[in-house]
Nanobody, 126 residues
Framework: QVQLMESGGGSVQAGGSLRLSCTAS??????????WTWFRQVPEKNREGVAT????????FYADSVQGRATVSRDNAKNTLYLEMKNLKPGDSAMYYC?????????????????WGQGTQVTVSS
């Protein structure tokens, strides 16, 4: 059984920074070429792919909206994925989720992911 748990959300003023964590339990960490991804969602909108990391590689991708402000990384020993965001904007306010999937061809397609965390809320005030 694979479980993902996010943490690190909170309230921050515009221009500030946050680091989100997603800790995995189970055998999720094995293998190459799987996407471990951060999504975010605001009410009444679809989940937006924010950043992803291709397991077993150093390959990362970012949404245009966070390019240059976000860094996704992982700690293999801790089975944890991180998302560091700086220069936060009110538009970054959302529930942030991590997700893991195998055999994905389009990392921003939320429907392709098998495992999801419960989310952590980020609120950025102006």
């Amino acid at each position: 059984q694979v479980q993902l748990m996010e943490s690190g959300g909170g309230s921050v003023q515009a221009g500030g920074s946050l680091r989100l964590s997603c800790t995995a339990s189970g055998t999720i960490w094995n293998g190459r070429g799987h996407y471990w991804t951060w999504f975010r969602q605001v009410p009444e909108k679809n989940r937006e792919g924010v950043a992803t990391l291709l397991t077993g590689t150093s390959i990362t991708f970012y949404a245009d909206s966070v390019q240059g402000r976000a860094t996704v990384s992982r700690d293999n020993a801790k089975n944890t994925l991180y998302l560091e965001m700086k220069n936060l904007k009110p538009g970054d306010s959302a529930m942030y989720y991590c997700a893991f999937g195998r055999g994905i061809t389009n990392w921003v397609n939320s429907g392709s992911y098998t495992y999801w965390g419960q989310g952590t809320q980020v609120t950025v005030s102006s």
